[in-house]
Every structure is written in C-alpha cells, then in structure tokens.
C-alpha cells in the first residue's frame, strides 16, 4: 500500500490499533482541532486491513461507529453550552447575534438530512453538530439522526473497504485513487448546488 498526503495510512492504522482509530473518528467528528483528521480514508483502510486479518471487522466497525456518535453528542453539546456565550459578546465582523437566530432557522428546516449527510464531507462534518447546538435543534431528533449518519457512515465505508478486499484481489495496489475518489465525489452535490445557486443569483439581479 502507498501513503496519501505523506502519511502511510496502512502503517498509522496498525501502530494505533483499535483505541487509536476510535480516537481520530472521536475527534474527527465533533472535536474542533479534529477537522484536519484523516476520516473517510482512515475509515476504509482500516476495512481493508481488516479483511488481511490484521482487525476483527465486528469489533472494528462497533468502535469506528460509537466514536461517530459519541464525537457528533459533545459536539452537539459543546455547541449548545458554549455557541450563544461566543455570539452574545459585543457585536463583530466574526460575531454577530442573527448568526445564531439563522442556525436555528436553518437546522428546524433542514437539519435532518445536514446531519446525515455532513458526514460524508471533510471538514464540514466536524462542525456540524456543533452548529446543530449552537441552533438549537431537537435533542432527541439530532440523536436519531447522529446514529443513522454515524452507521452509514462509519460502518458503511469501512465494510466497503472490507469487501473490497475480499472480493478484489490486489487492491492495495490502488488505495491512493480509492481514497482520493472517497474524499473528493460526496463534495460534488454540494459544490454542484453552490455554482447552481450562483447562477440562479446572478440571473435574478
């Protein structure tokens, strides 16, 4: 296997073991310095090691899946204790109180799906939850909706990555153009509808 952005994933992956993996998935997801996180390719590397025997892929995907969670809950909390303390401070270029009154407008109408579907964006996914706090969505709603992201997610890449190695013989061999395929396809539909919007815009000026 070869390494992507200089980090040898196949190596990182063995020398953390189970507890390192649950870590970065823990941090990638609602933790703010975890953004830069290697997530979705950590995610089916992992699965692919797993179908050499080097993980058992039950407790690998348990663990990948409860850190999703887990990470997305303080998140979520963090957003909620600490948001509205950041944005009642004294009105700024950064900060300004209709930001929080705009998150919770746009997490009653579409939070569900963000929080599903944030999970498959770098970046983006890390903040969400927090800002799903910030605005205030339903507790018990984001929750739903934190476990069904959290197990297509987590368990879904990671058993691609699974299967794919049982199935595929040789498929290490073309790790980098899976993961770079992994990072960059879930980011079209949203950069798609930006330059849509744009358009739509810029016609009704």
Excluded: C
């Excluded at 770098?122 to 939850?129: A, D, G, L, Q």
């Excluded at 992201?149 to 199935?167: E, N, P, R, V």
């Excluded at 790790?175 to 358009?199: A, E, H, R």
């Amino acid at each position: 296997m070869d390494s992507i952005f200089n980090i040898d994933l196949p190596i990182l992956i063995k020398t953390i073991g189970y507890l390192g993996v649950f870590f970065i998935i823990f941090a990638e997801s609602g933790l703010f310095f975890g953004f830069f996180l290697p997530g979705d390719t950590l995610l089916f590397t992992a699965g692919l090691l797993a179908s050499q025997g080097y993980f058992n892929i039950a407790l690998l995907v348990l663990l990948i899946v409860l850190a999703a969670v887990l990470g997305d809950q303080i998140g979520y909390f963090f957003g909620k204790k600490v948001g509205p303390k950041i944005f009642t401070r004294d009105e700024s270029f950064y900060f300004k109180k209709r930001y929080i009154t705009d998150a919770e407008n746009f997490y009653k109408k579409h939070g569900k799906k963000t929080i599903i579907l944030a999970r498959f964006i770098p970046v983006i996914r890390t903040f969400v939850p927090i800002l799903a706090g910030v605005g205030k969505m339903h507790y018990k709603t984001f929750v739903t909706y934190n476990i069904i992201g959290g197990l297509l997610w987590g368990a879904g890449i990671t058993l691609s990555g699974y299967f794919l190695g049982q199935k595929i013989p040789g498929i290490d061999r073309y790790l980098i153009p899976i993961l770079l395929l992994i990072i960059f396809v879930p980011m079209l539909p949203t950069f798609f509808s930006f330059i849509y919007n744009k358009i739509k815009n810029n016609m009704l000026k």
